[in-house]
């Protein structure tokens, strides 16, 4: 029997795991002593809270970020030839979705093992929900430009899109950024376009509002420093 890659949901926040994701995530965690892990002392604090028993020395902790070796991540899933199942974790909600996760995922199709996603918080389709805005037709974008012009640029092909697609655009900033995100898109969108933030989901104090962009000039959201997902519809 070969062994399973699990993509495992964390938590969005420093709120108690068994608050958003079933219990079946706590029960393949316990199972599970090999990960691929984006930081390895998040990971390590995350499966402490959810499997406080769990003993950390037994943990092999393989390392996916922006230095990992590319040689190198591909042994990552060689367990698996041995029996092993490795845990594959993001650093908040779920993995593989706007994650480096997703290359490991893709090596996994590539050698035959089977994949198995875990249910949990996805910021971005938990900010689509609670939109109010087009669920049926939608397109992530990931990060815009970060030069001014160019983003600026960015924002209004977005709008366009969604006029043109009839589709709800779905894009994120670095939290430090978006005060100055939030400044540009209402500057840079018409009056009528409707824009969705979601701030800290899930968390107590989660902030989740859409409004038209003229709406939105009279508004004065604290977004500094706090995950956020943007949406806009035209």
Known sequence: MRGKLYLIPTTLGENEPLEVMPYSVKTIVELLDHYVVENEKSARRFIKKITPKKVQSSLVM???????????????????????????????????????GASIVKLAHEKGIQVVPLVGPSSILMA?????????????????????????????????????????????????????MFTDLKSV??????????????????????????????????????????????
């Open 62 to 100: 393989m390392k996916l970020d922006k230095y990992a070796n590319e040689i190198e991540t591909q042994s990552y899933l060689d367990f698996c030839d041995q029996g092993v199942s490795v845990g594959l974790l993001s650093e908040a909600g779920v993995p593989a979705v706007a994650d480096p």
């Open 189 to 234: 969108l018409s009056p009528g376009t409707l824009l969705c933030i979601a701030i800290d989901i899930s968390l107590p104090n989660e902030y989740i509002k859409t409004f038209t962009i003229a709406h939105w000039k009279k508004q004065s959201p604290d977004l500094h420093k706090r995950p956020a997902i943007f949406i806009i519809q035209k």
């Open 128 to 180: 689509l929900m609670a939109s109010g805005l087009n669920g049926q037709n939608f397109a992530f974008n990931g990060y815009l430009p970060i030069d001014n012009s160019e983003r600026k640029k960015g924002i209004k092909a977005l709008e366009k899109l969604s006029i043109d697609k009839n589709q709800s655009q779905i894009f994120i900033e670095t939290p430090y950024r978006n005060q100055k």
